[in-house]
């Protein structure tokens, strides 16, 4: 299957600091990342939608200038919180869609972001 | 907007037992998709649904899509301490942009020996 890579898998930082995960495809080209949220016994909320070349499209109540998103290439998407406080702590985990057409997705590893 | 609901939201259950657990979304969907998350790991895609009335299974599950298109459900025949985790059904939904998923909110099942 295919392969998606997140870097780091963990992260510990103090309030007020940024932070940068990226997530990498490993096998094939992705013009269309996503990047979700997952709080503790929670489920995956999309944050925003990842775009080759252009702008990241966020979802309602996603800030865009607290969660920047660059997909500066086809196999390259990260995600930088910015002044990070304890209520940004989450497992943060990116996807991608393979094939265009199926709907189905591939996740990455997850990174799990703790802001002391 | 749209919702997808999962039941029951936690299940234990005794090692050999059956297990199930059940989707429902508030619009017809395209297709159902199935993950399991392991504890402390991330989703891995497990199957997806299309066609209305669909079954299918791998070996212990067993997947369903229900006639309107609207719910689904995912059966294990006697549970293994292997089943331990989370399932997510998802349904492709309308993000700000692309076809992004939108996931119900889980089973986690326990299993003890």
């Known amino acids: 299957g295919a392969v998606v890579s997140q870097h780091p898998s963990w992260v510990i930082c103090k309030s007020g600091t940024s932070v940068k995960i990226e997530c990498r495809s490993l096998d094939f080209q992705a013009t269309t990342m996503f990047w979700y949220r997952q709080f503790p016994k929670q489920s995956l909320m999309l944050m925003a939608t990842s775009n080759e070349g252009s702008k990241a499209t966020y979802e309602q109540g996603v800030e865009k200038d607290k969660f920047l998103i660059n997909h500066a290439s086809l196999t390259l998407s990260t995600l930088t919180v910015t002044s990070a406080h304890p209520e940004d702590s989450s497992f943060y985990i990116c996807s991608f869609e393979k094939t265009v057409g199926t709907d189905t997705q591939y996740f990455g590893p997850g990174t799990r972001l703790t802001v002391l | ?113």
């Open chain 2, 1 to 113: 907007g749209q919702q997808v609901m999962q039941i029951p939201q936690y299940q234990h259950v005794q090692e050999g037992e059956d297990f199930t657990t059940y989707c429902n979304s508030s619009t017809t969907l395209s297709n159902i998709q199935w993950y399991k998350q392991r504890p402390g790991g991330h989703p891995v895609f497990l199957i997806q649904l299309v066609k209305s009335g669909e079954v299918k299974k791998q070996k212990r599950l067993t997947f369903q899509f229900g006639e309107a298109k609207k719910n689904s459900s995912l059966h294990i025949t006697a549970t293994q301490t292997t089943d331990v985790g989370t399932y997510f059904c998802a349904g492709p939904g309308k993000g700000q942009a692309g076809t992004a998923l939108i996931f119900g909110k889980g089973t986690t099942l326990s299993v003890s020996s």
